[in-house]
């Protein structure tokens, strides 16, 4: 490539490149971004290239301890090359003449050096390397734990409260403990940032332990091959400074928005690996397309696009597999995982993906219900002419009139008693 245009890349161009290497929905830190342009030469000096910023703990005697092996290697190389070719040129032979030159036996004092000299080196590089790690891997007793599950090609964090998302939200000064488990294949969890790498194993459990210190976005990936995705499984970890704000970025409250919305999130955390929305076919085939048709063509003929259909598809994927994802699913079961209510939330996104008029209520871009629209909890109670909060409310407000008003009642009585006596 033409270096003039490496140079001449914008920012612009830069994003670009960048969300389309990037899991559909996902946010794409500022670091992505500066990473990509580094590696196009443009910030090639840039000390982001060399080294990503410390933001963790770990961070600066990870670098410390790799720049100390760095400059003692590089101290030796050059020692040891100018010897190599100082003693060429010095020994060299000359002419016909073959006399070997006297020299001493051996010499002790410098064989000492040379083997004690480099051996307390390497002591001190093991010692370093070794508290470091031992640091990085014992928690601390109040350390928050946040669930990590990795399969192809999502992420999903689930913190203590319940909470979950599909990017990892943690708070700064925090010692946290990430539970990491594999759903499918082998993965490898990697923050540069944090200094933190660790893999991600089917069929058992697996750890890693950071103490952010520093607010901000950062790159997080898979760097162990999982699939034809593999490129594309990275999301970002976020650093907040109060839990309160870590909160309004992981909180869902499913009952303040409608149904199409909360279908979309449980799409982002799930479906966003395999299955993209903009019409290109994928580990899986897109599904804004889905409404959109009366049959669906299968390895095996058609079937009906339907609630019937996209319900067993989630459950129960093997059963009918779409013509040209065969003749095995890659797909696994999410029986169990999904319930009934989540399936009829997804329903509803696909259902808003072709024609979003057709579902979608209050803003039709955040989803959000509007003010004073009953939420479905309160739409279900009217629906059977049980009470709703609303109405639980004047019930119990009227409920207090007459208590008040039997009470005053009676004192008037228990006065007017008293004066007859």
């Known amino acids: 490539m033409n270096l003039h245009l490496l140079l001449q890349t914008s920012n612009e161009e830069l994003i670009k490149r960048v969300e389309q290497s990037t899991l559909s929905g996902t946010k794409v830190p500022q670091s992505s971004i500066e990473h990509e342009g580094a590696s196009s030469f443009m910030q090639f000096w840039d000390s982001s290239y060399w080294f990503p910023e410390q933001a963790s703990t770990f961070a600066s005697s990870v670098d410390y301890l790799y720049m100390w092996i ?16 100082y003693f060429c040129i010095k020994y060299r032979r000359k002419g016909n003449e073959i006399k070997p030159l006297p020299s001493s ?23 370093s390397g070794a508290s470091g790690y031992f640091d990085s891997k014992t928690p601390a007793v109040n350390a928050e734990e946040i669930q990590v599950t990795a399969s192809r090609w999502n992420w999903v964090f689930t913190y203590p409260n319940g909470d979950s998302s599909s990017e990892l939200h943690l708070v700064n000064g925090r010692p946290t403990k990430l539970i990491m488990q594999s759903t499918d294949v082998l993965h490898s969890m990697f923050i540069p940032a944090f200094r933190q790498k660790m893999d991600i ?3 058992r459990y697996t750890y890693a332990y950071m103490v952010p ?7 997080l990936s898979c760097t162990e091959y999982c699939g034809r ?8 970890a976020e650093v907040h400074d109060t839990d309160q704000h870590r909160q309004e ?17 449980t799409y982002m955390i799930n479906c966003s690996g395999c299955h993209k929305i903009n019409g290109e076919a994928a580990t899986g085939p897109a599904l804004n397309l889905l409404y959109s048709m009366k049959e669906r063509p299968l390895m095996d003929g058609q079937v009906a696009v339907n609630e019937d259909y996209v319900l067993e598809s989630i459950w129960y994927p093997a059963k009918k597999i779409v013509q040209g994802y065969g003749p095995v699913s890659k797909m696994n079961s999410f029986k169990g995982k999904l319930t009934q209510e989540d399936v009829n939330e997804v329903i509803a996104y696909l259902k808003y993906l072709n024609n979003p008029a057709d579902v979608a209520g209050g803003d039709i871009e955040s989803g959000l219900r509007a003010e004073g ?4 909890k309160e739409t279900t109670k009217q629906a059977k002419g049980e009470p709703t909060e609303e109405g639980e409310a004047v019930a119990t407000e009227e409920a207090e009139e007459i208590d008040t008003e039997q009470e005053d009642a009676e004192e008037a ?3 007017e008693t008293e004066d007859e006596a």
Not at 70 to 85: H, L, N, Y
Not at 249 to 265: A, D, L, M, V
């Open 70 to 85: 760095f400059w003692v290697s590089t101290i030796f190389f050059i020692a040891i090359v100018f010897a190599m070719v």
């Open 105 to 127: 036996s051996h010499n002790t004092l410098i064989e000492i050096a040379w083997s004690v000299g480099p051996s307390v080196l390497l002591v001190y590089m093991f010692f």
């Open 201 to 203: 194993v089917p069929g």
């Open 213 to 219: 210190t520093k607010t901000g976005q950062y790159r």
């Open 229 to 236: 995705e593999h490129s594309k499984m990275r999301t970002l």
């Open 249 to 265: 970025n992981t909180q869902w409250i499913k009952e303040e928005y409608y149904p199409w919305k909360n279908g979309q999130r």
């Open 373 to 376: 629209s009953d939420s479905p």
């Open 413 to 415: 009585d228990e006065k």
